[in-house]
C-alpha cells in the first residue's frame, strides 16, 4: 500500500473521533451542526454530518468500515481516489439536504455507503480482472450493507445510505468510462 494511502481516511476518523471526545468531555451535543434538510441553516451538515455521532457505537460502527473502504480505494485506485472521495463525502451530503427527511442526518455511514459502491459497481463496470477481484470482494465483506437501504427504525438516516449508494454508483459509472484515467 502507499504511505498515504490510509492517510485520508484516517484523518477523516482521527476528526470524527476528536469532535466525538470533545461532545463528551464538553456534554454539548454537536448534532444540530447536522445535515437538516432544505433549510439553509442546515447546509453546515454537508460539511460537518460524517464528523457527528449520536453515541461511542454509532462511532466506532462508521469507523473500521471507513478505514477499510477508504483505505482500498486509495491503495487500488490512488489517482482517481481523492475524487471519489470528495464525491462520496459531498454529493451524498448534497443529495440528503435535498432529499431528506426533516431532522438532523448525522453520521458518516451516507460516506461508507458511496464507498462501498463504488467499489462494487466499479468492477462490475470496468470489467477487468483487478476491478472485478475488488468488487467480489467487497461483496463478500460489505454485501450486507445492502439491508440498510430500507431500515425501518426512524433514528437511522436511510436517506444517507440510499444517496450514498446512488453517488458511489454514479461515481463507479463516470471513472469507469473515463479512458483517459490510469487507475
Known sequence: MPKSGIVPPLRLCFFMWL????????RIDFGYLGIYPREIS????????PLLHGNFNHLASNTIPLLVLGGSLYFFYPRIAPRVFLH????????V???G??????GASGLIYALASFLVFFGLFKRNFKSVIISAFMIFLYGGLAYGLFSFDDRISWESHLMGAV????????????????Y
Open 19 to 26: 469532535v466525538f471526545t470533545i461532545e463528551f468531555y464538553t
Open 42 to 49: 442546515g447546509l453546515i451538515g454537508v460539511a460537518m454530518a
Open 88 to 95: 462520496a463525502y459531498f454529493f451524498t451530503n448534497i443529495l
Open 97 to 99: 439536504w435535498i432529499f
Open 101 to 106: 427527511r426533516p431532522f438532523y442526518h448525522i
Open 167 to 182: 453517488v458511489g454508483l454514479a461515481s463507479a459509472f463516470t471513472f469507469s468510462k473515463s479512458n483517459r484515467i490510469n
